[in-house]
């Protein structure tokens, strides 16, 4: 079984119970993020003679299609470390208390510096022809189309006239991005095997135009030699014969050699 706390940052033990299913996030489209605050300490503000505050992280949140909205102290300990510049977890909550482990992600993206309360498709690009109906989702907390599609009915029916429709459609335009983003991932796959088949082919090209080269020139040297075998082997008379020859032949074509001795 995977642990409950498994894929939490900066958690330095938990003793807990892993029990399935109590940290579930509720279907109510709620947003979540996590930020510091700065609380005034009333007791040591009296102490210190001045006003003093200390940090405090909070969990803030956002359901019901911004009808209702908050913020607290989170119930987890946790401490901030100087030397990683990061928020620590120290000791988690007891089971079905913890906000860290009912909103693991959030949890992350806050120790890794980002605040923002959504990551996704801007939804913008749902309604590319009609910008007002974006920014009448975006007025009730709805930016992404991913938080559309992830719309209850009832959410749907709170919304009003449309809304339904919208989702459907954010559900289908999500689908597609899915299956273009396969075909992008194999047409680049493709595109990579041809690029690596022409590198090959052009090696084995190169390779083959060596081995030509080498081959010719191994023909030719075995030629030169043999014909200069073939000079250094010869006597006098085969030599005084072979020039007879030619001078005959040459007579023959009424041509005359220049320089040439009986």
Known sequence: ??????????????????????????????????????????????????????????????????????????????????????????????????????????????????????????IKLLFKNDPARADMFIKNHISTVERLAGLTEADCQRGGMGWLDDKKRAEVYLHKIKESAGSIQNLEYVKKLEETMAAKDKEIAELRAQFDLFLSQQIEARQNSSVLANETTLTPAQKRAKTLAAKKAAESDGEKIEGLEE
């Open 1 to 122: 079984m995977q642990s409950i706390t498994e894929g939490i940052e900066n958690l330095d033990e938990y003793t807990g119970l892993d029990l399935d299913g109590v940290y579930d996030t509720p279907p109510d489209a709620i947003i979540v993020w996590f930020d510091v605050i700065k609380e005034y300490m009333p007791a040591k503000s009296r102490e210190a003679g001045r006003e003093v505050y200390e940090n405090y992280v909070h969990r803030f949140y956002i359901k019901e299609l911004g009808y209702s909205s908050g913020n607290r102290r989170i119930k987890d300990e946790v401490y901030f470390n100087p030397e990683t510049n990061q928020w620590h977890v120290k000791k988690l909550a007891g089971a079905g208390k913890s906000d860290i482990l009912r909103f693991k992600n959030e949890w992350n993206k806050f120790v890794k510096g980002s605040n923002g309360i959504e990551d996704g498709t801007p």
